[in-house]
RNA sequence: GCAGGGGUUCCCGAGUGGCCAAAGGGAUCAGACUGUAAAUCUGACGCGAAAGCUUCGGUGGUUCGAAUCCACCCCCCUGCACCA
């Protein structure tokens, strides 16, 4: 018999993870009462999740750990469809095809977290095209959408903008989305007791529809859970960065440089992403904090952070992987690396591209470093040549330089006959290799 | 379909014949200071090493000269009409 961890929601609570949820005080009760099936979704808007999708992705994990039984949906369906929740701008349709592909990259991805092995509450992945894909249009209209009233709907929150704002607007596609998030609810309490869904707090809206739906088609008690959306302190986007968003696919963003993203996380958005991104206990990060503040100069949390997310997304290789990386181009020298310090910098995910010594004379260095994507434009590269920010295995390299590529990569300056380490600005590394 | 409003560089948003590669803000990049933080200051921010080249929904036109004027077209929004 499953065991049921009584602290869950104090933890969650204690946490910062409860945004709203339904059904006033009785969660706490409800969770702490038996083993519960709940579940989140996630819908194939890319070929890969990414960061944004960890604390519900956590969240389910958390309530396994607590004893409860965690579905994870993927929106093949949904997907198809595209959710309007708090969106500016009516999206873009994908191909069936293109979908079918990504709802099986998430499938992938999302199973690697939850454990589908463990007696009575193991996880379950669905898919909500199993039980919308044949649904005809007459079935949907009498039996869901019968239930729904356009004037609750044009109420919610989440797609209010859309329908006020001048220059905005809202297809008819897009407003049923919510019909089908909710029917996908009531579908999982029918197929299995599934009785709570979690979600970020953009999906309050849908959640509470899915709730009344299951009420009214089957009369479920079923309940609701938002988790708040991770902001960052300055105000910008979390989980972007120059290069990009962040993904949890180590072959979209490398260990090293999901590593890195963490490392870089400010003092004043760390604790916070302790308690949302780890499973340490909280006293542990209350003791961090402590000693972080006790303490002069760099704190300690970025890098617990960085070790626990990256170890928990792409295990201890990938985190030892990137932590070589770190090592060898922030702390050490590269003369220390040895030949095959250096191979296995390049296979551990240090970006790298390939040289040929008798092209190098036929462009200038920016646009060989704009080609390798280190830098967006070669004013960019201009710009950190004029500051003497670009150096080539740790020499400097000269705005003078620039239209002689050949004479920064001379053979004598090469690691290893082969290997140039190129740096540009503080924290971009490149690794090129002479054929 | 009719009427009105609108489409500007990543985003928001100025600009309504030359002084516009296009104000301002945000985001981003680089430098100084630092802790591979934050804040602050400095520089960059269509492309190009440069000469120079290409932009303001699209296509044509007027003009010495157009993001700005004209014509047609496409798309978005609001209202009305059509439909019922």
Redesign the pocket.
């Given at each position: 018999m499953t065991t049921i961890d009584a602290s869950l929601f104090e933890d969650l609570q204690a946490r910062g993870l409860i945004a709203q949820t339904t059904g006033g005080d009785v969660m706490a009760d409800y969770l702490a009462a038996g083993s519960r099936t709940l579940y989140s979704g996630f819908d194939p808007t890319a070929d890969s999740l990414h960061i944004g999708h960890l604390v519900p992705l956590l969240a389910l994990k958390r309530f396994q750990r607590a004893g409860h039984k965690p579905i994870a949906l993927v929106g093949g369906a949904t997907g198809l469809v595209g959710d309007p929740s708090f969106k500016a701008a009516?999206r873009k349709l994908n191909t069936p095809d293109i979908v079918a592909g990504w709802t099986d990259k998430l499938k992938a991805q999302v199973s690697r977290f939850i454990d589908f092995d463990c007696g009575a509450n193991s996880a379950e992945v669905v898919n909500n095209l199993d039980w919308m894909g044949q649904m005809d249009v007459l079935t949907f209209l009498r039996d869901v959408g019968k239930h729904f009233s356009v004037n609750n709907m044009i109420n919610k929150e989440s797609v209010k903008q859309r329908?006020d704002r001048?220059?905005?607007?809202i297809s008819f596609t897009e407003f049923t989305y919510m019909l089908l998030q909710s029917y996908d609810f009531a579908e999982l309490y029918q197929r299995y007791n599934c009785t709570l869904q979690i979600g970020g707090s953009d999906q309050w809206g849908n959640i509470t529809g899915g709730i009344d739906l299951a009420r009214r088609m089957y009369g479920g008690e079923t309940y609701g859970l938002t988790l708040p959306l991770v902001t960052k302190a300055?105000?910008?986007k979390f989980g972007?960065?120059?290069s990009g968003t962040i993904w949890l696919d180590p072959a979209k963003t490398s260990p090293y440089a999901f590593y890195?993203f963490w490392?870089?996380?400010?003092?004043?958005d760390v604790y916070k992403f302790l308690r949302y991104f780890t499973f340490l206990p909280l006293e542990q990060i209350a003791a961090i904090e402590a000693s972080d503040r006790e303490t002069q100069?760099?704190?300690q949390a970025?890098s617990v952070l960085a070790r626990e997310v990256t170890a928990l997304i792409h295990g201890d290789e990938g985190l030892a992987a990137a932590e070589r990386i770190?090592e060898a181009l922030?702390s050490g020298s590269l003369e220390s690396l040895g030949e095959s310090d250096l191979e296995q910098l390049k296979l551990d995910g240090l970006p790298s591209s390939e040289l040929v010594r008798g092209e190098l004379a036929s462009?200038?260095l920016?646009?060989w470093l704009?080609d390798a994507g280190m830098?967006?434009?070669?004013?960019?590269v201009?710009?950190?040549l004029a500051?003497?920010?670009v150096a080539i295995n740790g020499v400097a390299v000269d705005a003078d330089d620039?239209?002689n590529a050949e004479a920064c990569f001379v053979s004598e300056r090469a690691l290893f006959g082969r290997f140039y380490v190129v740096k540009?600005?503080?924290?971009?590394y490149h690794l090129f290799e002479i054929k």
């Amino acid at each position: 018999m499953t065991t049921i961890d009584a602290s869950l929601f104090e933890d969650l609570q204690a946490r910062g993870l409860i945004a709203q949820t339904t059904g006033g005080d009785v969660m706490a009760d409800y969770l702490a009462a038996g083993s519960r099936t709940l579940y989140s979704g996630f819908d194939p808007t890319a070929d890969s999740l990414h960061i944004g999708h960890l604390v519900p992705l956590l969240a389910l994990k958390r309530f396994q750990r607590a004893g409860h039984k965690p579905i994870a949906l993927v929106g093949g369906a949904t997907g198809l469809v595209g959710d309007p929740s708090f969106k500016a701008a009516e999206r873009k349709l994908n191909t069936p095809d293109i979908v079918a592909g990504w709802t099986d990259k998430l499938k992938a991805q999302v199973s690697r977290f939850i454990d589908f092995d463990c007696g009575a509450n193991s996880a379950e992945v669905v898919n909500n095209l199993d039980w919308m894909g044949q649904m005809d249009v007459l079935t949907f209209l009498r039996d869901v959408g019968k239930h729904f009233s356009v004037n609750n709907m044009i109420n919610k929150e989440s797609v209010k903008q859309r329908i006020d704002r001048e220059g905005a607007g809202i297809s008819f596609t897009e407003f049923t989305y919510m019909l089908l998030q909710s029917y996908d609810f009531a579908e999982l309490y029918q197929r299995y007791n599934c009785t709570l869904q979690i979600g970020g707090s953009d999906q309050w809206g849908n959640i509470t529809g899915g709730i009344d739906l299951a009420r009214r088609m089957y009369g479920g008690e079923t309940y609701g859970l938002t988790l708040p959306l991770v902001t960052k302190a300055d105000g910008t986007k979390f989980g972007k960065t120059e290069s990009g968003t962040i993904w949890l696919d180590p072959a979209k963003t490398s260990p090293y440089a999901f590593y890195q993203f963490w490392l870089g996380a400010a003092d004043a958005d760390v604790y916070k992403f302790l308690r949302y991104f780890t499973f340490l206990p909280l006293e542990q990060i209350a003791a961090i904090e402590a000693s972080d503040r006790e303490t002069q100069g760099r704190p300690q949390a970025q890098s617990v952070l960085a070790r626990e997310v990256t170890a928990l997304i792409h295990g201890d290789e990938g985190l030892a992987a990137a932590e070589r990386i770190t090592e060898a181009l922030f702390s050490g020298s590269l003369e220390s690396l040895g030949e095959s310090d250096l191979e296995q910098l390049k296979l551990d995910g240090l970006p790298s591209s390939e040289l040929v010594r008798g092209e190098l004379a036929s462009r200038p260095l920016t646009q060989w470093l704009v080609d390798a994507g280190m830098a967006g434009s070669g004013k960019q590269v201009k710009d950190a040549l004029a500051r003497a920010a670009v150096a080539i295995n740790g020499v400097a390299v000269d705005a003078d330089d620039n239209t002689n590529a050949e004479a920064c990569f001379v053979s004598e300056r090469a690691l290893f006959g082969r290997f140039y380490v190129v740096k540009l600005g503080k924290k971009k590394y490149h690794l090129f290799e002479i054929k």
